[in-house]
């Protein structure tokens, strides 16, 4: 194992540090935007019923998510080593226990099986950067779109190919190391996709049926809330947030002393949710205008937006620079998925960082397959929760994360001492008080009850 004591007692990263507080925010805004706010939010929004689950998903983010993406942020800084190592050495060093190293494990496994699904729906966006570009979309119906879609899924080739491209570009970047890696790709990409989702906004306001889609995102039916569901809620508030799997400690772990982790989990927090609801904004009006299922599943966001982007003017045009932007998104939060088993390899088996990245990347570039065929040649081949993909989406949403982020929570609210806490955290005021309820109440309790209840009903 390497060392990383600096000589005046506080702890340096192995991996670097980033530039500015600006850049670290930059990082986790970058790993928490991507497929999660703008594919996942509006399909299981829209299998989930619409207002209900986004109500609960809203509380979720902000009574469960802010208290655990804190708690990650501080234990990464204190730690400054991978996830794995740093559980370990933070629960001996707090008169725990060093078995705290498997709640890191956990996630490293997590971040594996995540981008393993994650990697083929973001090849998935560089293919509809190809078919925009082209005008594949240019003038086309609903029906056109949809059935484009559904000949594209089962195109096995083609899925291998852009699963295979995209894995590759992640590990480049995971490769070349967190500052040169990381800062570039992120600085330019939040901004823009926000700008891009404001005019399409603009779009589905003018040519959507605005009233419909507000009223179904906005307006809760509570009868269409199952124990399921509100476990859906809270997995896609984990999901999301990129929490409850390590990847924002090992962020953490190059964030220098002296930033507010209160104030950079506050920003990268509203600015998840709102490119979140942004979303939900652009497609549902969308989708009531066209004529479309709001319980599409997960090709949702691949049949509305080259739908509407084609029918307005530059189409092709505005829908190649979103399927890039989306690309970006995608690209920025993988490399958050493979941090941890990354930073993992490196430091306990002594490992370059280009060799670590090979070794990861290319165990989850196999398993992908496992995904993309769960749309086209194992598409019939379901169990427990369907497909290949629906089951490893099921098992680390709603499973891994949450009880990832129970074991960060209670690790940081009741393991951890106040001293070390509040030491990171800048004292003892009012928000400090507040996150310490959320890691030590709220979060644990919350997340126990959802599990338990909605294990319940599918066992
Ligand atoms: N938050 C990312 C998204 O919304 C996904 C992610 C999860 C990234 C966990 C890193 C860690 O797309």
């Avoid at 899924?153 to 894995?167: R, W």
């Avoid at 889609?213 to 947030?241: I, Y």
């Avoid at 680390?396 to 990832?404: A, D």
Wanted: proline share 3%.
């Amino acid at each position: 194992m390497l060392s990383n004591q600096a000589g005046d007692g506080k702890r340096t990263s192995l991996h670097g540090h980033w530039s500015s507080k600006m850049a670290f925010i930059l990082a986790v805004t970058g790993s928490a935007v991507g497929l999660g706010n703008i594919w996942k939010f509006p399909y299981v929004a829209g299998e989930n019923g619409g207002g209900a689950f986004v109500l609960v998903y809203l509380a979720c983010v902000i009574a469960i998510g802010m208290p655990v993406m804190m708690s990650e942020i501080l234990i990464g800084r204190r730690g400054r080593r991978n996830p794995v190592s740093t559980m370990e050495l933070l629960g001996k060093e707090e008169g725990s226990s060093k078995n705290w190293r498997y709640v890191g494990m956990l996630g490293v496994i997590a971040g594996v099986f995540i981008l393993s699904y994650y990697s083929v729906i973001a090849g998935w966006t560089l293919s509809y950067i190809v078919k925009s570009a082209t005008g594949t979309f240019v003038g086309a119906t609903a029906t056109q779109v949809v059935a484009d879609h559904e000949a594209f899924k089962l195109n096995v080739g083609m899925m291998s190919f852009v699963h295979t491209l995209f894995m590759s570009l992640t590990v480049f970047v995971v490769a070349r190391g967190v500052e040169r890696g990381l800062e570039q790709a992120v600085r330019f990409m939040v901004p823009a996709l926000l700008t891009m989702m404001i005019v399409l906004l603009g779009y589905s306001i003018t040519s959507g049926s605005f009233g419909a889609g507000v009223e179904f995102l906005f307006t809760p039916d509570f009868s269409k809330l199952t124990w399921g569901s509100v476990l859906e809620a809270m997995g896609q508030a984990f999901f999301t947030l990129s929490i409850g799997m390590g990847a924002i400690m090992a962020y953490g772990a190059y964030l220098p002393e002296e930033t507010s982790i209160t104030g950079a989990s506050a920003t990268v927090v509203a600015a998840d949710t709102s490119i979140a609801i942004l979303a939900g904004l652009v497609i549902f009006p969308l989708v009531f205008a066209n004529g479309l299922q709001p319980d599409a599943g997960p090709g949702l966001v691949f049949q509305t937006l080259p739908l509407a982007l084609g029918q307005m003017p530059g189409g092709a045009f505005f829908s190649t620079i979103f399927f890039i932007l989306l690309s970006f998104a995608a690209w920025t939060s993988a490399i958050g998925l493979m941090e941890p088993a990354v930073a993992w390899l490196v430091e306990h088996y002594e490992r370059t960082r280009a060799q670590a990245a090979l070794i990861i990347g290319g165990t989850i570039w196999l398993l992908g397959f496992g995904s993309v065929f769960s749309w086209n040649i194992w598409k019939d081949k379901t169990f427990f929760q369907g497909t290949v993909f629906d089951n490893l989406d099921f098992l680390t949403n709603q499973i891994m994360l949450p009880t990832g982020g129970l074991f960060i929570a209670v690790f940081a609210g009741w393991v951890m001492c106040r001293n070390s806490t509040a030491d990171e955290l800048g004292g003892a005021g009012l928000s400090y008080k507040a996150w310490r309820f959320g890691a030590r109440v709220i979060a644990p309790i919350g997340i126990a009850i959802v599990l338990f209840f909605a294990i319940k009903n599918v066992v």
